[in-house]
């Protein structure tokens, strides 16, 4: 993958017992993004550990916009049907906080370290899950 321009090495998450998913657009096998995560079910929450737009979504030119924060909303939607209340955490580089701040609702435990509680885990899965999904 990594010569058709994605940044991480997604066998990783993979072999530490993360669960890596694939947003594709509907009715084909593209790739727009990748996420890892996995749930911490003696917590209450689920650990996001990548999150990967495709290299054609990627900055203000790419071809789809909002990847990222629909990855959340799968997660979120997962934490929910798992039993986690939609509590989601995951580190973030500084630089990243702010955008998710706004985008996400998104509230710090510390400078990287971030987290979705159950109110914006909602508006999340509302805003990226249809009615007929």
Not at 12 to 30: A, I
Not at 91 to 110: F, G, P, R, S, W
Request: net charge negative.
């Amino acid at each position: 993958m990594k010569e058709e321009g994605w940044l991480f090495d997604w066998s990783v998450p993979h072999s530490n017992g993360y669960e890596v998913y694939e947003l594709l657009l509907k009715g084909t096998e593209e790739r727009q993004g990748l996420m890892a995560l996995k749930h911490v079910r003696d917590q209450l929450y689920t650990h996001v550990d990548l999150v990967e737009s495709a290299p054609s979504n990627k900055g203000s030119n790419g071809i789809y916009q909002g990847v990222g924060a629909h990855l959340f909303a799968i997660a979120c939607k997962l934490s929910w049907d798992v039993g986690n209340e939609g509590f989601v955490q995951f580190k973030t580089k500084t630089n990243l906080v702010k955008h998710y701040q706004e985008t996400l609702n998104a509230k710090n435990i510390d400078e990287q370290n971030m987290y979705i509680d159950s109110y914006a885990s909602i508006n999340l899965i509302r805003k990226y899950f249809s009615k007929e999904a």
